[in-house]
């Protein structure tokens, strides 16, 4: 079945430092990719999707490329905010087979920003 | 656009306890979704549902577990019998379906402590 690898957290930066936090992913046929942020006691909010190979997602200046030959979708940020601090998921759904949008998440990695 | 909204955000019972959580979509979002999520972990899916109509559940959602959405707008989520292991924040999110790829925005949750 579908599956998304996440690299562990938490991952520690200081501010203005570069960010990437790794996603791999597992499906067959060609899934729509997401990156989900989640603030302490909330629930998640849609940062960035892209839904075909070498589309890339952006927002709030985080980008992520939706790479096929890699199965991958890296998030990446230039310069972090304590603000930034939170759990960030990938996701995929879709995929062949599939009639509807089930999200598969992975486990989540936490970003620490320090001032 | 109100958001995903969902009630109580904090339940607190005893073992063998029945709890019910209600969902309120963004308006005009046909599809409506149930995931769990424990600590330390990305939300699983529960159940999904198009208008009125349950498409979809996982293996997760044991015969304790039941959902409806009877006028397809808001949904509600009972647990019967609740257990120990039933501890989780409960996730809806809704979508606008004509495709496979529009996102889900999901609510702040409710978060369920059995004693």
């Known amino acids: 079945g579908n599956s998304v690898t996440q690299m562990e957290g938490p991952v520690t930066l200081s501010e203005e430092a570069f960010l990437t936090i790794n996603c791999t992913y597992t499906a067959t046929g060609y899934p729509s990719l997401f990156w989900y942020v989640q603030y302490p006691g909330e629930g998640l909010q849609l940062l960035l999707k892209a839904t075909k190979a070498d589309d890339k997602g952006s927002n709030k200046g985080f980008e992520a490329t939706y790479r096929k030959e890699t199965t991958s979708f890296h998030l990446e940020k230039g310069s972090v905010q304590v603000s930034d601090s939170a759990v960030y998921f990938c996701a995929l759904s879709g995929g062949s087979n599939t009639g509807f949008q089930k999200l598969v998440f992975g486990t989540g990695t936490r970003l620490l920003v320090s001032p | 656009d109100t958001g995903v909204s969902q009630d109580p955000r904090h339940k607190i019972t005893k073992r063998g306890q029945n709890v019910t959580f209600r969902c309120d979509p963004i308006?005009?979002?046909?599809?409506l979704y149930w995931y769990r999520q424990t600590l330390g972990q990305g939300p699983e899916f529960l159940t999904y549902f198009q208008n009125e109509a349950q498409l979809e559940k996982s293996r997760l959602l044991s015969d304790r577990f039941s959902a409806e959405r009877p006028k397809g707008s808001f949904s509600t989520l009972e647990i019967q019998r609740t257990e120990q292991g039933d501890s989780a924040m409960y996730l809806c999110a809704s979508s606008l379906g004509t495709g496979v790829n529009q996102p889900q925005h999901f609510g702040d949750g409710t978060r369920l402590s059995i004693l």
């Open positions: 308006s005009e979002h046909n599809r």
